[in-house]
């Protein structure tokens, strides 16, 4: 008989992760303006509420929340990370129950994002505050407690400002024997959610179109692939299902919902033009964004390309009448679709009271940080910041007698700053290339803001400036593509750096040639709507031409390798022009990267062989796949890594430090798409067609599958080296690349941290 399980454990590095939880709690904050920092600090309660005194599923909680239990997955915090355009006052809380076997004074780190109280049986133990951007923090304490259960409860504040970390944990840091954890009130819950968690978490892929898991399943589920819902019976231990790229399971345990999202990203479908003729495709391109039906500001690029096109839609008014509505309020990006409403202000196809309503909100808008206003847009990004200055040049030059209300300028003292301003961009980005380079989701924007000076710059100059400058981004696009996709480092990356084939670069790419695989981004509208740019020519020979070269990117150093038979490319960490930080006087964020510093959302290096096939390595920022979190688990680093590159091979040394929760390093490896492939504990080889890949690391990899199922090669550790060889084969013989990697004896010593290859040293960490 199956022995009965009734509690919970911490996981294997002590983490408590089985709460109930109420919130998150969502109210606007009218306070005055302040920096996100000051903000985070001013939302802060200074009393100390009372202990929540009942807990229990199903019941309404602090603040009128219900009680519901926060399923962990795979992560080590109870995390409502979420996005916030408007500024707002946020409260979370937790409670869980924590039984030892005897009266101990238990050892702890408590994290936070936030201002998080902690209660241990009704007494206040300990406010730690943590107001900063993005980074969780831990304050160690002595939790009192006694012989059984002891109620925790946490209440959590936080400012919600754009993308915001909503996050607390509790870790404990000595022995987890002994130690049970239970859902306050709910001893059969917890009993069947023990069962149903181990199931869970024994689930991996069977193909690409079944799951299995180690154990049978203790109740029903759904699985829903496509729109099709499949029943994983009780007692079964494998549900098959179309081939689709993504599933989500369902269970419902006692009115609570638990879900699990499994990805099968070799399902993908990768599309290529239905034409080779340039202007059909780029025509196809625009119709393909005019049809999209989205409302408010998600519609306003459709109304642009329909309007290109000389269409209009019935919904046109409605789309950006909400849209303006949207922008008034000041949320975070409302300069992304002002961007594309002034360019439509400054064509015909606009009926009168779409101009008058425009109107009324270009000179409302606060269009900089120096003008009125207490909200949640982001101003300093490389994006953000030309398309806030186009937008104030262009509503000043439309309307250059009218009053702006929220500055007191005019308008042509409003379009005299934003030129300036654009002109100081340009001359930045010209000296020393783009912040964000070669970002997936980014470069888009930037593009289509340099579009709008293209078409309503003040004078020549600057549109040819402008131009030029989104030419270069083309060229570069085409110059990392590879088998018709392009990749590569990239100054700002989220979780789409998985399917680049997918990417908004690769729709650019795709609209400069139909030779690219085809994707779709609504910002193409842009360029497509422009009278005056033309795209530059051989993008598509540029695409196949092999590669070997070395080229700065603001403050960083990216270096290429491209054949026949694969592309390698990386970012240098730290770069060969960078002085160490102790002889720089200037911000981190202008003299680059450097080893041992927190990351943000910088893609290092990537490999690739296909279009489908792509390897690189990451240090999560977070523990779980889906988390919001920037960086996150798949997208930036939580700590950079020495990083060099020589020729077809990239070395890389990580140090983790203590004061970051997650220690372990993780490789993206596509099993299922290559031709051949040998994973070992140290080392992983891949063949795709005529190119090989070779991955070693100094840690030993075991495959994991969270989201992404059969593609994590996860190595624990703090201080790892990671070398990656690309190569080829004529034969198609994965053997002799193989042997020749193996043949350079890769050794990493952890305590001075030196990596050497071919009994020499190749890499020192502090050798800088």
Avoid at 18 to 47: C, F, K, M, Q
Avoid at 146 to 162: E, S
Avoid at 727 to 745: E, P, V, W, Y
């Amino acid at each position: 008989m199956k022995p009965s399980v009734q509690h919970f454990f911490c996981d294997g590095s002590g983490y408590v992760r089985h709460w109930a939880i109420a919130g998150t709690y969502v109210t606007r904050y009218d306070g005055p303006p302040g920096s996100d920092n000051e903000l985070r600090l001013r939302i802060v309660d200074e009393t100390i509420e009372g202990v929540p005194e009942t807990v229990k599923l199903g019941t309404p909680g602090p603040r009128g929340q219900v009680w519901t239990y926060c399923d962990p997955g795979a992560n080590i915090f109870v995390e409502r990370s979420h996005f916030y355009h408007d500024l707002s006052v946020l409260n979370l809380y937790g409670a869980t129950d924590i039984e030892v076997s005897e009266d101990v004074f238990l050892p702890v780190q408590f994290w936070a994002c936030g201002a998080a109280d902690l209660w241990v049986n009704g007494h206040h133990v300990c406010r730690h505050v943590v107001a900063k951007y993005m980074y969780p923090d831990a304050t160690k304490l002595l939790l009192n407690l006694n012989k059984g259960p002891n109620r925790l409860v946490v209440r959590l504040q936080a400012l919600g400002v754009r993308d915001t970390r909503v996050l607390f944990g509790l870790q404990v840091l000595d022995q987890t024997d002994g130690l049970h954890v239970a859902i306050p009130g709910a001893p059969d819950f917890t009993q069947q959610m023990v069962e149903i968690e181990t199931w869970l978490n024994g689930i991996r892929a069977d193909g690409r179109d079944a799951l299995i898991s180690d154990v049978a399943a203790p109740v029903d589920a759904v699985v829903k692939a496509g729109d099709v819902d499949y029943v994983w019976e009780i007692g079964e231990s494998r549900v098959g299902f179309d081939s689709v790229e993504r599933t989500r399971l369902t269970v419902t345990v006692e009115e609570q919902l638990i879900e699990r999202m499994y990805e099968f990203p070799a399902n993908r479908v990768i599309p290529v033009a239905e034409t080779l003729d340039v202007n059909a495709h780029r025509q196809q391109m625009l119709k393909q964004i005019a049809s999209r039906q989205g409302r408010s500001r998600n519609g306003v690029m459709a109304v642009l390309a329909r309007h290109t096109l000389s269409e209009r839609s019935p919904d046109d008014s409605a789309i950006l009448f909400d849209a303006l509505n949207w922008i008034d309020g000041r949320p975070d990006c409302a300069d992304f679709p002002l961007s594309a409403i002034l360019r439509l202000y400054c064509g015909s196809t606009l009926t009168e009271d779409e101009r008058l309503r425009i109107k009324q909100t270009a000179l409302s808008f606060r269009y900089w940080m120096d003008e009125p206003g207490n909200d949640a847009m982001c101003f300093n990004s490389e994006n953000h910041s030309l398309l806030f200055h186009g937008c104030q040049m262009i509503a000043g030059n439309l309307f250059p007698d009218h009053v702006f209300s929220n500055s007191g300028r005019t308008g042509k003292e409003q379009a005299k700053i934003g030129a300036e301003r654009c002109v100081k961009w340009l001359e930045h980005v010209e000296h020393v290339g783009f912040g964000e380079f070669l970002s997936s989701t980014y470069m888009p924007l930037t593009c289509a803001a340099l579009m709008n000076l293209v078409d309503f710059a003040p004078d020549k100059e600057m549109s040819h400036r402008a131009a030029k400058l989104v030419a270069s981004i083309f060229d570069m696009l085409a110059m990392h593509a590879f088998d018709g996709v392009t990749v590569g480092p990239q100054g700002r990356v989220y979780r789409n750096v998985l399917i680049p084939d997918a990417s908004g670069t690769q729709a650019m790419l795709s609209y400069a040639s139909p030779t690219a695989v085809v994707a779709h981004n609504d910002w193409l509208s842009f360029v497509a709507a422009s009278p005056h740019y033309r795209m530059p020519d051989g993008i598509a020979a540029i695409m196949q031409n092999p590669v070997s070269k070395t080229y700065r990117q603001a403050s960083v150093e990216i270096q290429i390798e491209k054949t026949a038979d694969f592309l390698l490319t990386s970012l240098q960490i730290p770069a060969s022009f960078q002085k160490p930080p102790s002889k720089v006087n200037a911000p981190q964020s202008t003299h680059g990267l450097w080893p041992g510093r927190q990351g943000y959302q910088q893609h290092i290096w990537h490999a690739t062989l296909g279009r489908d096939c792509h390897v690189f390595v990451n240090h999560p920022g977070a523990s779980f796949d889906l988390s919001s979190s920037r960086p996150g688990f798949w997208y930036g680093n939580g700590f950079l890594p020495r990083t060099v590159q020589d020729g077809n091979m990239v070395m890389q040394i990580f140090d983790i430090p203590d004061q970051h929760p997650i220690h372990f390093t993780h490789a993206h490896w596509p099993g299922d798409v290559f031709d051949r492939q040998d994973v070992t504990n140290h080392w992983a080889f891949g063949q795709k067609g005529k190119g090989c890949v070779g991955l070693w690391c100094s840690a030993a990899m075991r495959l994991c599958s969270e989201v992404l199922t059969n593609r994590e090669l996860r190595a624990e550790g703090q201080q790892v080296a990671w070398v990656a060889f690309c190569g080829g084969t004529d034969t198609g013989d994965l053997t002799a690349f193989k042997q020749s990697c193996m043949n350079r004896r890769p050794a990493f010593d952890a305590e001075v941290r030196v990596l050497t290859m071919d009994k020499r040293v190749m890499l020192r960490y502090q050798d800088l």
